[in-house]
């Protein structure tokens, strides 16, 4: 596993002058503010910014191994995913003009502008758009005013390391999430596919392609079959649905957005979903079939090394 992350980037080495931060002061002479610091004039070579990646070295990090917030090759097999996810849908609703010219962003410029660099940004400016309403069951790819309607946009903040949640698929209803995203205060929102928000430079394992399913009712819980991609139990609530649970391997992180549409793809693969030509069926009541055992399979996520498109 961790072969195939240093492979694909997600876990860099950094160049062996670089510091820590918060260790050295980049300045030619003493500041009493900042007693304690090694100076740039005592380690000629050092430097503030990794060269070959452009970022800082936290601290926190085991150096000199850092884990990257999403890489292009993240970014590259979800919009991959995403594609075949909605060619696979349009080649089954017979009134999709599927021989157009296919159509790409999800967002427009607005809203893009306004959004701090990130996985969801680049996301949305490169996917594939759809000619039809459900992606998934309950969930829809947002129209341009509620793209710009986003819960906290009021967060976004240019060169902000601090990536809040961001909405991918509205789905029906509004939710109180059980755990709070993140430092975001918890209130009601539009249930749906939410990146969690990160912090690209304070978290030990920033996951920028992250999500989370945000439902308006619980899931799991004592009588229920719903399992966490581990195996364990689900906890009852409204927000843990493909989650991963617990890794020994790496920080706790959310499950990647990649990981969820492979899921989906194979469950209209299978038949497991019905469709009209509206697109995917079952509403987000749907997902209460998580609970069920002859149905909670379909909704446990398959992760591990090799498992990416």
């Not at 980037?9 to 510091?19: P, R, S, V, W, Y």
């Not at 292009?72 to 995403?82: N, P, Q, S, V, Y």
């Not at 829809?140 to 698929?169: C, H, K, N, W």
């Not at 609970?291 to 909704?299: G, I, S």
């Amino acid at each position: 596993m961790y072969i195939e992350l240093i492979e694909t980037g997600k876990i860099i080495a950094f160049h062996k002058d670089l510091e820590f931060a918060d260790d050295v002061a980049f300045c030619d002479a003493p500041d009493p503010a900042l007693s304690g610091l090694r100076y740039a004039r005592d380690r000629p070579n050092a430097m503030a910014v990794d060269p070959a990646t452009g970022h800082a070295k936290k601290n926190g990090a085991v150096d000199p191994w850092v884990c990257m917030p999403s890489t292009e090759k993240d970014l590259k097999d979800t919009l991959e995913m995403w594609k075949i996810l909605v060619g696979a849908i349009h080649d089954r609703i017979t009134h999709a003009n599927i021989d157009a010219e296919p159509i790409y962003g999800l967002a427009n410029d607005q809203l893009l502008d306004a959004m701090p660099d990130c996985f969801a940004k680049r996301f949305f400016a490169r996917a594939m758009k759809p000619r039809f309403k459900y992606i998934a069951p309950g969930l829809r790819v947002q129209t341009i005013e509620e793209m710009l309607d986003q819960p906290y946009a009021s967060s976004f903040a240019q060169g902000s390391t601090e990536i809040p949640p961001i909405l991918i698929l509205r789905g029906e209803g509004m939710a109180v999430p059980t755990v709070p995203l993140g430092y975001y205060p918890q209130r009601s929102i539009p249930a749906g596919l939410y990146l969690e928000p990160c912090d690209t430079f304070h978290d030990a394992a920033p996951w920028e392609d992250g999500v989370a399913l945000i439902l308006p009712y619980n899931v799991g819980g004592r009588d229920s079959w719903a399992r966490m991609a581990d195996q364990k139990p689900l906890p009852e609530r409204n927000d843990s649905l493909y989650q991963i649970g617990w890794n020994p391997f790496i920080a706790r992180h959310p499950p990647q957005l990649l990981a969820i549409l492979v899921l989906w793809y194979e469950n209209l693969q299978s038949g497991k979903w019905d469709m009209d030509r509206d697109g995917i069926m079952g509403g987000m009541e749907k997902y209460r079939e998580a609970n069920l055992e002859e149905h909670c399979m379909e909704y446990v996520l398959e992760i591990g090394p090799g498992l990416t498109v």
